[in-house]
C-alpha cells in the first residue's frame, strides 16, 4: 500500500507535467487566434507526440524520483536540458512528419511556457512537502540493526512523507530508551494500543532475522487495525534502490539465488539484447570509426583494449574496450587526451557490443569486474557470487546509482544495488536504466 502512495506522487508530478505542456499549447493557441482550444478536435497531434517526448526526457532528468529535493539551481538546468532537447526533437520530427508541423509563432510559445510551468511544479511540490503536514505517523517494529539503519534513512531522505513517533522493542526490553536518537515506545505485547496512542498511520516491520518473533505473527496482530504496513526491505527498495542484505540473513541471499535463474524474463533479454546491440553498433558505427582513427595515431596496434572479466556462473570471459589508457613512469597506466573524452561519454565501451552479441554480455546487468576485485569482494562480501547469476552488463542500477568504486567498502555498497536489481530484473527495470544511462552519456559522467 505504501509503495502504492509513493508511485502517486510520480504520477502527480507526470500528470501534472502533461497538462502544463497542453496548458503551453493552449496560451500559444489562444494568443494566436483569440479563441479558446477545443481538447476534442484543435489539439493536433504535435502536442501529443510533445507529451510523449517531454515526459521521457524529464524521467531521463530525474524529475520523478519523489523523494527528492528539488533545489532550484539544479532543478532548473535539468528542465532546461530536457526543454531543449525536446524542442530540438520535435522540431526534427515536425521537418520528417508534416501532420507534426505548428506554425513557428506558436511552436516558440508552446516550449517556451513549458519551461516555467514544469519548474512552478516542482517549486510547489518541494513546498508541500517541506511543510511536512502530509507526513505519515510511522511506528517502526523492532530496536535491532535493521530498525536503526531503517530509521537512519527516513531520517536523511528528504520528502520521505514519513514521521517517525517511535520503535518497538520485540521480547527483551533494551537497557535504553532510545536508539540512534528514536524514542523506544514500548513492546510488542503493547503494539495495538500505541498503535491508537500515536495514531499511527504506517507501521514498519524492521525484525532483526535472529529474532525468534515472525513478521506473520505480528500481521495477523496488525489485521485488527486499519493501519498500512510494510517490510524495511520493501521500504530499503523504494527509497534507496538497494537491498540492506547484512542485516537479513542468510536465508534471503540464499533464497534469491534460487530465483533468479527462473526467471522468465532472462529468455526474452537475450533476444533484446541481440536486437539492440545489432542496431546500436550499426547507429554508432561512425563515432566507433572515428575514436579508431584517432587512436590509430598512437600505433595500429593501441586501438583496442582486451582484458579478461569475470561473467556469468563466475566464468572469465575476455572484454573488448577502445584503448583509453598508455604506459606511464614506472609502469603506471595514465589516461590519455582522448582517452579521457572518450571515457567521459563512454565512447570507450562501444565495442563490448561485441561481446553482448557473443553471448559474453548483456545490454543490462551487474557490470563485469576483473578477477583479483572478484577474489577480494568474495572474501569480505558473504554470497557475492550472486551477481554471476545473471549476465554482466554493459550498463547496469548500480552504474547509475552509484560511482566508479575503488575500494571494498564501495563495492559492499555496488553489491547492494546490485542485489536490488536481481530481486526485481524485469523489462520495466531494464528500459529504466536504459532511460537513465542515457542521462549519463549526454551530460558526460561516464568515467
Keep these: 500500500m505504501l509503495i502504492k502512495a509513493i508511485s502517486r506522487r510520480s504520477l502527480l508530478l507526470l500528470v501534472?507535467?502533461?497538462?502544463?505542456?497542453?496548458?503551453?499549447?493552449?496560451?500559444?493557441?489562444?494568443?494566436?487566434?483569440?479563441?479558446?482550444?477545443?481538447?476534442?478536435?484543435e489539439f493536433p497531434p504535435f502536442v501529443y507526440f510533445s507529451i510523449v517526448i517531454f515526459l521521457t526526457l524529464f524521467y531521463?532528468?530525474?524529475?520523478?524520483?519523489?523523494?527528492?529535493?528539488?533545489?532550484?539551481?539544479?532543478?532548473?538546468?535539468?528542465?532546461?536540458?530536457?526543454?531543449?532537447?525536446?524542442?530540438?526533437?520535435?522540431?526534427?520530427?515536425?521537418?520528417?512528419?508534416?501532420?507534426?508541423?505548428?506554425?513557428?509563432?506558436?511552436?516558440?510559445?508552446?516550449?517556451g511556457g513549458i519551461f516555467p510551468f514544469v519548474l512552478l511544479v516542482r517549486v510547489v511540490y518541494d513546498f508541500i512537502f517541506k511543510t511536512r503536514f502530509l507526513d505519515k505517523r510511522t511506528l517502526i517494529l523492532g530496536s535491532g540493526k535493521l530498525a536503526a539503519e531503517m530509521g537512519e534513512t527516513i531520517k536523511r531522505t528528504p520528502h520521505s512523507g514519513l514521521a517517525i513517533v517511535g520503535m518497538v522493542y520485540e521480547e527483551r526490553k533494551p537497557n535504553t530508551k532510545s536508539k540512534n536518537g528514536f524514542s523506544i515506545v514500548g513492546g510488542m505485547k503493547q503494539l495495538l494500543s500505541l498503535i491508537d496512542w500515536y495514531n499511527v498511520d504506517l507501521v514498519v516491520l524492521a525484525l532483526d532475522p535472529d529474532k525468534e518473533l515472525s513478521?506473520?505473527?505480528?500481521?495477523?496482530?496488525?489485521?485488527?487495525?486499519?493501519?498500512?504496513?510494510?517490510s524495511a526491505v520493501h521500504l530499503f527498495e523504494q527509497i534507496k534502490g538497494?537491498?540492506?542484505?547484512?542485516?537479513?540473513?542468510?536465508?534471503?541471499?540464499?533464497?534469491?539465488?534460487?530465483?533468479?535463474?527462473?526467471?522468465?524474463?532472462?529468455?526474452?533479454?537475450?533476444?533484446?539484447?541481440?536486437?539492440?546491440?545489432?542496431?546500436?553498433?550499426?547507429?554508432?558505427?561512425?563515432?566507433?570509426?572515428?575514436?579508431?582513427?584517432?587512436?590509430?595515431?598512437?600505433?595500429?596496434?593501441?586501438?583496442?583494449?582486451?582484458?579478461?572479466?569475470?561473467?556469468?556462473?563466475?566464468?572469465?570471459?575476455q572484454l573488448i574496450k577502445l584503448r583509453s589508457m598508455r604506459p606511464g613512469k614506472d609502469k603506471k597506466q595514465?589516461?590519455?587526451?582522448?582517452?579521457?573524452?572518450?571515457?567521459?561519454?563512454?565512447?570507450?565501451?562501444?565495442p563490448q557490443l561485441i561481446n553482448v552479441l557473443k553471448g559474453d554480455m548483456s545490454l543490462i546487468g551487474p557490470r563485469p569486474e576483473i578477477p583479483y576485485?572478484?577474489?577480494?569482494?568474495?572474501?569480505?562480501?558473504?554470497f557475492y557470487d550472486a551477481v554471476f547469476s545473471v549476465k554482466p552488463g554493459l550498463t547496469g542500477w548500480a552504474q547509475i546509482r552509484f560511482h566508479h568504486s575503488t575500494t571494498i567498502k564501495e563495492y559492499d555498497q555496488k553489491f547492494r544495488y546490485n542485489l536490488y536489481y536481481l530481486k526485481n530484473i524485469s523489462l520495466t527495470?531494464?528500459?529504466?536504466?536504459?532511460?537513465?544511462?542515457?542521462?549519463?552519456?549526454?551530460l558526460g559522467k561516464g568515467k
Design 215 to 230: 513478521e506473520t505473527s505480528v500481521m495477523s496482530e496488525l489485521l485488527q487495525r486499519r493501519v498500512m504496513v510494510t
Design 60 to 111: 531521463v532528468f530525474d524529475l520523478y524520483y519523489p523523494f527528492k529535493h528539488f533545489n532550484l539551481g539544479q532543478t532548473s538546468l535539468d528542465v532546461l536540458f530536457s526543454v531543449a532537447i525536446g524542442t530540438v526533437i520535435s522540431a526534427a520530427a515536425a521537418y520528417l512528419d508534416r501532420t507534426l508541423i505548428l506554425p513557428r509563432y506558436m511552436f516558440a510559445i508552446t516550449a
Design 429 to 442: 527495470l531494464d528500459l529504466m536504466i536504459v532511460l537513465k544511462t542515457i542521462r549519463v552519456v549526454l
Design 373 to 382: 576485485f572478484v577474489r577480494r569482494c568474495r572474501l569480505k562480501i558473504p
Design 16 to 41: 501534472s507535467d502533461a497538462v502544463t505542456i497542453a496548458i503551453s499549447y493552449a496560451v500559444a493557441f489562444y494568443l494566436r487566434t483569440g479563441r479558446i482550444a477545443n481538447t476534442s478536435g
Design 242 to 317: 538497494e537491498v540492506p542484505y547484512r542485516l537479513l540473513g542468510s536465508h534471503f541471499l540464499l533464497g534469491l539465488m534460487a530465483q533468479i535463474r527462473k526467471r522468465p524474463y532472462l529468455k526474452l533479454k537475450r533476444l533484446t539484447d541481440v536486437v539492440f546491440a545489432s542496431a546500436l553498433l550499426v547507429i554508432l558505427a561512425p563515432v566507433l570509426l572515428l575514436a579508431m582513427i584517432l587512436l590509430s595515431f598512437q600505433g595500429p596496434t593501441k586501438i583496442f583494449f582486451v582484458q579478461e572479466r569475470v561473467g556469468r556462473g563466475g566464468l572469465p570471459f
Design 334 to 350: 595514465i589516461i590519455t587526451g582522448i582517452g579521457r573524452w572518450m571515457r567521459k561519454f563512454r565512447v570507450d565501451e562501444i
